[in-house]
């Protein structure tokens, strides 16, 4: 019997693994994690703790749902990112640049930032309703800064293994303005009530658009998975709709039930995520 139960963890370990990292996660791990040098963060960071935790699935779905809420941000997805055809492609750069950042050699850090400094340089366009938009604007890059940090920090709040108390909010914000000055993003906040306040700054420009319907309905309706995968995502969709603010719910045309939320959807993601914790432990 627990032979059975290994080789069930060890398959769902493996679907996770290829899926945020491609099928080469062993080199790409020992990559960040086994090069040598100084790091900007140790195991005592919230940062650390916060981006190792399985709560980033539901955060990362929450991010993706609140940045598409912004017009100029979302049309430089829709127009320059490969995320439609190629949607894990784009989850497995994305990991890679969070992973790198947050516990790999300052070196390895500094150019993986500087690649992305270099694409984003390269990207400009006009929305469908004639707004110019440069993908290194200092003002879409603090939207999805922000957008990411209060996804990230509400995720780990509601079903982080262990989450943060006190000054530990304060410094993983702090952590993450470390990366964002380096990424172009002026002044972002360095605490909690700073992050609150910037993002509410943000809400008389966003809005719902044809790209952001397609973004909600490609994660909600139609993400690409089948099976055990599929009821697995949808169980974190659906908890990472539960921790949006109700405006953000309103402005996606997501439903608002409170109750549901409380006693359905929290918990039973609480327990899908206890048994990724569980799968991606070391045997």
Aim: glycine letters at 6%; charged letters at 20%.
């Amino acid at each position: 019997m627990m032979e059975v139960v290994e080789q069930v963890r060890m398959r769902v370990q493996s679907a996770v693994r290829t899926r945020i990292a491609g099928r080469d996660f062993e080199r790409a791990h020992s990559r960040i994690f086994q090069a040598p040098g100084p790091r900007w963060f140790t195991e005592s960071d919230p940062i650390w703790r916060v981006h190792a935790d399985a709560s980033m699935f539901v955060g990362g779905i929450r991010a993706l749902l609140l940045q598409s809420l912004h017009p100029r941000a979302m049309a430089a997805v829709s127009q320059h990112s490969g995320f439609r055809g190629d949607p894990w492609g784009r989850l497995q750069r994305t990991s890679a640049f969070l992973a790198t950042t947050t516990y790999g050699p300052i070196d390895a850090a500094e150019r993986m930032i500087s690649a992305v400094n270099r694409i984003h340089a390269g990207i400009a366009g006009v929305t469908s309703d004639g707004l110019p938009y440069r993908a290194d604007e200092p003002h879409l890059l603090a939207w999805v800064h922000i957008a990411e940090l209060d996804s990230f920090l509400a995720a780990h709040d509601h079903f982080g293994a262990r989450p943060l108390v006190g000054e530990e909010r304060d410094s993983y914000v702090a952590q993450n303005a470390e990366i964002a000055r380096r990424l172009g993003v002026v002044e972002p906040p360095t605490t909690a009530a700073a992050l609150a306040e910037c993002l509410a700054s943000y809400r008389p420009l966003l809005r719902m658009t044809d790209e952001a319907r397609e973004t909600s309905a490609l994660l909600l309706r139609r993400p690409p998975l089948s099976g055990a995968e599929l009821a697995g995502f949808r169980t974190m969709a659906s908890g990472a709709i539960s921790t949006l603010p109700s405006w953000a719910r309103v402005l996606l045309e997501l439903p608002t039930l409170p109750i549901t939320d409380r006693l359905v959807i929290r918990p039973v993601t609480r327990t899908t995520l206890r048994g990724l914790r569980w799968a991606m432990a070391p045997a």
